[in-house]
């Protein structure tokens, strides 16, 4: 079973910075694209950040400039460097990755448990 575990999440003060890290596992053939979404309470879910296989990004408006997404391919592990956080970035964050699995012949999405980012005023 794959699953995707994050980690770095917890409270900081606005203007400060957190790493968020992601690992995935399991019996992985290869990982497409990696991203990271994040929901605040009340609020649907959003992309904050995607990376693809070939390193190529996108970046939600309200976090460019800020925020930094990268991923070491060889340890299926994606990285979310957060920068000048404000108190709106507060949220659950949740790591996502389509997977090719060497069992299911498809890609199919996986997401993490979440890991809850604070920032306070």
């Known amino acids: 079973q794959e699953q995707l575990v994050e980690s770095g999440g917890g409270l900081v003060q606005a203007g400060g910075s957190l790493r968020l890290s992601c690992a995935a596992s399991g019996s992985i053939f290869t990982i497409s694209s990696m991203g990271w979404y994040r929901q605040a309470q009340g609020k649907q879910r959003e992309l904050v950040a995607v990376?693809?296989?070939?390193?190529?990004?996108n970046y939600a408006d309200s976090v460019k400039g800020r925020f930094t997404i990268s991923r070491v391919n060889a340890n299926n592990t994606v990285y979310l460097q957060m920068s000048s956080l404000k108190p709106e970035d507060t949220a659950v964050y949740y790591c996502?990755?389509?997977?090719?699995?060497?069992?299911?012949?498809?890609?199919?999405?996986?997401w993490g448990q979440g890991t809850l980012v604070t920032v306070s005023s």
């Open positions: 990376i693809t296989s070939g390193g190529g990004t």
């Open positions: 996502n990755a389509w997977v090719l699995s060497t069992s299911k012949y498809t890609f199919l999405e996986v």
